[in-house]
């Protein structure tokens, strides 16, 4: 025992249901360990025991090493390739570094987790699913703790949520409304039952924009979304944000940094010159942090897929962030909670005049800049019939498969989209 802290502190300190009681409670024994090797399963079993031993200091230096080595597995060919075990062993060892880097802080009689929650981030950005999905519970609860001590040291930015008010309310929806009635998507202003939106939309692959249908989600009601929201619930969790203006451009990249960075860095001074613009796009970021999941809901009419399973992903960024112009297999719902974006869809029927990239990486994406093309280059796209809107918060707007989509927010935005067959 280290200092005197002991598994018994550890468990009062974060919660006896975070943290395992027994060796096989955390065991390999139901993985590929022929995957992994002998020695690999060997350490880890040292670290597992230096964990029960309350030998903290070795059993994160075990933990530390046995990362490294899992992460040159991890990156070693395409990502796609890489076996499943690796992802869950990533998963097992983040789950006791993480509780023996608190325990060690504790020792040290430091409150300061930002680490442990990176540890814990680590692993459900590297890992998979494992573990009866602990990990995110874990970095929600050291959360807490840590908010709570840099609280009293520290105070937050107080004019976040002003800077979100500023931002949305500064866009250009009122230009584009105006230009927006001749091809304007169709409008329902209450939720319509199953069957009819299947009847009329789905079945016949129309989109369609449903108002009132988000009005109960806590995100909009009970706790409304803010920038200092943001940050008391998940200020220091680690997120995967993409720098650049598009995705199909060169300088593109992405960062790992935490929310409270990326809110800072990217969406109160977006209108910094010096900026490239942040955005948090396209990230499972609902199965990462708990209680951002919990103030949304799935729509029910995602119910008529053929199966049970919805991605979910989050859309978070400043003005003027741009998706180009691209398709996805999957029925979607883009449910915006904060903010505006502009909207412009391309029926199927279209393809060969929208220029896909030829790239098998790119072929779902158009090589055409929508709002301002090069019509030498792609003299097809002239005059395409499409459909626009300005979707604003509280509305969902619902784009069938392989329908042609671009969007670019007019304000600080956060959307949801939801991905279902």
């Given at each position: ?107 040290n009689r430091c409150e300061d987790f930002h680490n442990v929650i990176r540890t814990c981030d680590m692993g ?298």
């Amino acid at each position: 025992m280290e200092d005197g802290y002991s598994l018994e502190k550890l468990k009062k300190e974060i919660g006896s249901d975070l943290v395992p009681s027994l060796a096989d409670d955390i065991s390999l024994v139901q993985m590929d360990t022929g995957t992994l090797g002998i020695a690999y399963v060997s350490m880890y079993n040292k670290a597992v025991d230096c964990f029960f031993k309350e030998e903290w200091t070795d059993c994160l230096s075990k933990c530390k090493a046995l990362l490294d080595i899992t992460w040159e597995y991890l990156y070693t060919g395409h990502w796609k390739d890489v076996h499943i075990v690796w992802r869950q062993a990533y998963t097992y060892v983040s789950y006791v570094k993480a509780l023996a880097e608190f325990a060690v802080q504790c020792s040290n009689r430091c409150e300061d987790f930002h680490n442990v929650i990176r540890t814990c981030d680590m692993g459900l950005l590297m890992g998979a699913p494992a573990l009866n999905n602990v990990l995110p519970k874990l970095a929600s609860r050291i959360h807490k703790l840590h908010v709570s001590h840099m609280q009293k040291s520290d105070d937050f930015n107080e004019n976040s949520d002003d800077a979100l008010e500023i931002s949305t309310l500064a866009c250009e929806s009122s230009v584009l409304i105006s230009q927006c009635s001749a091809n304007a998507v169709s409008v329902l202003h209450s939720s319509p039952s199953i069957e009819h939106f299947s009847t009329n939309f789905m079945v016949t692959n129309t989109p369609v924009i449903i108002k009132g249908c988000m009005d109960f989600w806590p995100a909009l009601s009970t706790r409304h979304w803010s920038l200092n929201y943001f940050k008391q619930i998940a200020g220091y969790r680690l997120v995967p944000v993409e720098v650049g203006s598009k995705y199909t451009e060169d300088s593109w990249s992405q960062k790992l940094m935490t929310i409270n960075e990326f809110i800072d860095l990217y969406v109160a001074k977006s209108d910094s010159s010096t900026n490239e613009p942040g955005y948090l796009a396209q990230h499972q970021l609902f199965d990462q942090i708990t209680e951002l999941k919990n103030d949304i809901i799935i729509p029910s009419y995602c119910g008529l897929g053929e199966c049970d399973d919805v991605d979910i992903n989050a859309w978070f960024g400043p003005k003027g962030t741009i998706s180009p112009l691209h398709q996805d297999i999957k029925n979607n719902f883009l449910a915006q909670v904060v903010g505006r974006k502009y909207i412009r869809l391309y029926s199927t029927d279209y393809t060969s005049k929208l220029y896909p990239h030829s790239s098998h990486l790119l072929n779902n994406t158009s090589q055409v800049d929508v709002e301002n093309p090069d019509l030498e280059k792609f003299p097809l796209f002239k005059d395409l019939p499409y459909l626009e809107c300005v979707l604003s918060a509280g509305e969902m707007l619902y784009i069938p498969p392989m329908y042609w989509h671009y969007v670019r927010s007019l304000s600080t935005s956060f959307s949801v989209s939801f991905w279902w067959k």
